[in-house]
């Protein structure tokens, strides 16, 4: 321990880090607050904490419940390998594996059985009231791993769910400038859940095997979510934000499988822009409940085919026409961004339908410019070997026909907006009374 | 201590570090130049060191001068909380908050009192003359706290001024590879001032409550300032650079106050883009004394009105004609952003002037395209509640009406510039004899 | 030591950190590997370690090979500065300088002799057969210098050459989830070399003054390059990627010399969104062999000529209708960039041509949209201080002449491309009968 506010997990004399580092963790922060108690102590006197975690693993039967500003958790090493691609090797298989099991500085969550309550399944619990906001929470290159997803009804494989109760990190109440970063997540049904965020940063992180990875919660504004690695399960969201203002989400690359990419509900005066998106169903980007006045621009999407056997025939419901990106609500601008729609033609749903890259739904007054859409029909072919299926599904791009597309789509209940150069005459459906409408140019148009 | 060049200031014999850990660091980098003397020993001989700042309060009354490269000082925290917000609650209700003050690994600057001389009120003073320039000094993930503003002559609450003559970190002289990262800035009259930087890294810090925050000055080149959460107070920048050429600003979500959000002056060749940019007042962008060939693209303007309290009726003097994104220079490129320009019609300066988002007012060549103008006018409201009335302010946006503006504007002394989609004919005022042009279409036009 | 899977090399028993840190490192790996055996030892059992490497000189003259997952090797200072800069000052005035060599915590390559094989001149080679792919292994905040470069035939002084037969770090094999940030490489031949990498982030690091700096070789997908200070020699590539899918390069500040900024080679849905990019020769981003559906957008381009003597009369050999950004492939979007190409006109190649922008060889399908293309005629001139000229030259914008450029070429080998407001009539070259083509509107022409 270099300083008294340094706080190691595996020199603490309280509990036992390798049976429930949540015990230690707690008894830690019982200790910051036994020690910082003046407020204004030679303007000063709660500078918080570090706790660090080294590299190990650390199970975790008890909740974590920070109250604390600035305290910071920090490990040496995010620790993400593929648990679905371990779990889906035929179990003889195992005994040749490397590792088994994520590492670094990893906790595995073991909370009591499942519950209802995503709170309760939570390894870190933040909630604080009263005034100020609980501010400066850091989270910080360690790994939360959810060990294992739970059967469903469906007869799937079990650790195929994305079920299990659990989450990483569970804000439940209104806090100021807090960070994540450097961290791995993996086999969580909720990775990172936050309520009422203000300046959030979260940055840089490997989300990935999770039901769902982000999800902004309640309201909030001023945050930003970029530079992560994250994939969702086909049940959740990759992103997911709600009643939130000015919030910028870009330079992430975000992978299968999420039901969406990114889901916003409500949000107003915000970004996405600059990310690079991959899917396999429609609904990929989604500003729903009236989200207004927002950027979605130089986005690279990509929607092609589920290549990995085990979750073939798996898909978020939604049909073909549903959208790759779909707004509801105004003012929004769609600029200057790449769709790459690749699907087998034999597989359009409902069959023999003109799919759909861009859909307003309702509102008006969006501005959607300069977006390029690239439609190919591809036989669709899958593997057992998760990887190498994405790599060459990714690589293959000439041996494909053109396939029909509605760029954009245009549904009577959204009117005055502005379509430019996002499609050609053919490839855009809207009322051109209500809409304001310039055609790509096509060959020999001119 | 792990090693020999790694420096903790709660270990280190020579003076107090509660007290003043100044003189702590400086007696520690008098240590470094004792210790490393050869410039060739073996192929180096001068590694420099790291100091680490476990969480705690460090009181600085010594100003730490910075003169060897390749140190790095860091902590464990960067312990933001908004000090704005607390000074602004009644003092009767200070003993029911959980805290009053910034935390993590503080550095309180409590310098003699104010001064005219910047570098002398900067808590952090790099400076070397000679060759080379001083390379690679690191900050990372602490904080560095004002205290207190002072009052000024307006007889505003002493707290609000942003005045109190102390910078964070200031950098007299020719650097190279610096990076400031991770570190949280609040109450300072500068927080990061940096002269003649060459690929410099200003990367995921939280620089708020701040006269100014980042201030690149004299000249430079080839540097980044990219994923920060930055907000200046109403007298100052954001973000300012003057004849730098190659900077890149990415990415950062930038909140209110600020003068201006970026203010270039004399740049050129550099980039603005995919930020998110909100302020309350017009001059968010300023690009200026003759800044060309700057890419400005696919950032998200929000200019709104101030909504909390204390603050009411300060602005920065700008009318409504001045322009959200104002441009004197050649061959710029503005692209793909959009800007919601949403005041109260009441309100407007001149009265009853139409409001300019984009101007121009000299110089030649300039490239604007694409760009989505959203206006409204809404009835401004504001709250006692510093973090409830801005999001309330934020999630409005549908009970408003349209706003006649001009979207860009091109003064007489501003020519042969091309204005391509960003706004119709109506909203473009420019002579078209001397600017190219073409109107974004508007329903029924075609 | 603050765990057992801690571990720091100027304490570990075995070997002498300043003489061969290879040695020493190569012992801790082996020290994990034969500590951590058990694959399913209470749902884990191999959580890796951190090999914390402090400030100071190491000397590798032992390759590190890694072999095992969840490996974190950090040091606490990236320590670059310009070698470049040192050895071409006189010799006689070395004794002046503060320092000769970088710093941080740095490993001197000193690797037997050069060789053919890259692999073999590999300060870390990373390496592991069978399954899974080896994971998260983390490269974090050290310096990797090559130390010298060597003389090849063409009679230029040894040390400009960027020749050495050194890599920093090569990895061999499959890997998942690395990440490389923070880091210093300078004055290797190669500083980063990555084979068949999935989700690989290479994030905020400075990689400059070496042969090549990041080569993603074999294939890959998922990956990101965001936030770096990259700039190579003029033989090799700033950025270099073959047979990648849905890769991301975002926020780069790239700086000269480079053969190439960005080379991709057979990639496909991948985004090259928002860097600046500065280049003194043609073909600053290439896209070959037959790379498509890739986004190129709202990047910064800058072409002038090498300011500093040392390398005046070197390039890459590319004549000025080579073009600056060059396409061979299919469906690719080119969308709202900034191009400067600041050249004299008395230098042209071949004389007399008038100079490409962006140039299509081959393929079909592309769009190129919305981009702005500055040509300038400047007198090239130079200086023996590399800062001080670059640094003029940069912000020298006045005093030039209008230049005559093709801001567009579309070769007959590529057809049925869109090409909207990204040159004049005059400025676009191609085929109006095989390409959609939109002129931007001059002065005048409505």
Known sequence: MTGSNHYDVTTWPVGDPAEDVGEVINSIIADVKHRQTATDAGDGGKPGAVIHLPPG???????????VSFLRIEGSGHGFTSSSIRFNVPEEEWPDLHELWPGGSRILVDL?????????????????SGNPRISSVEFSNFCIDGLHFTPDSS?????????????????????????????????????????????LSIHDNFIAECGSCIELRGWGQASKITDNLIGAGFRGHSIYAENHGGLLVTANNIFPRGASSIRLDGVTRSSITNNRLHSFYPGMVVLGGGSSENLVATNHFLRDHEPWTPFLGIDNGLDDLHGLLRVSGSHNSVIGNHFSQIIDAQGIR??????????????????????????LDVDASSSDSCYAAQVDALLTTEASAALAVTT???????????????????????????????????????
């Open 57 to 67: 693993d650390y199970r975790l039967r008890t909740q974590v419940l920070i109250d």
């Open 155 to 199: 007869g799937m494989p079990p650790e195929n769910t994305y079920l299990n109760g659990k989450t990483g990190i569970h804000v439940a109440s209104a806090n100021d400038s807090f960070r994540v970063s450097g961290m791995g997540f993996v086999y969580l049904e909720h990775a990172l859940t936050i309520h009422n965020a203000d300046a």
């Open 112 to 128: 009591p059985s499942e519950t209802a309550d995503e709170a309760k399944g939570a390894a870190f619990h933040v909630e604080r």
């Open 408 to 446: 954009v789509l245009v549904d009577p209940a959204s009117s005055g907006n502005t379509i430019l150069d996002s499609g050609s005459d053919a490839q855009v459906v809207a009322d051109r009374a209500a809409n304001a409408f310039r055609p790509t140019p096509t060959v020999g148009s001119r």
């Open 350 to 375: 409902p069959a023999g339908a003109t799919p759909v890259t861009i859909r307003l739904t309702d509102g008006t007054g969006n501005f959607v410019s300069t977006n390029h859409v690239v439609a």
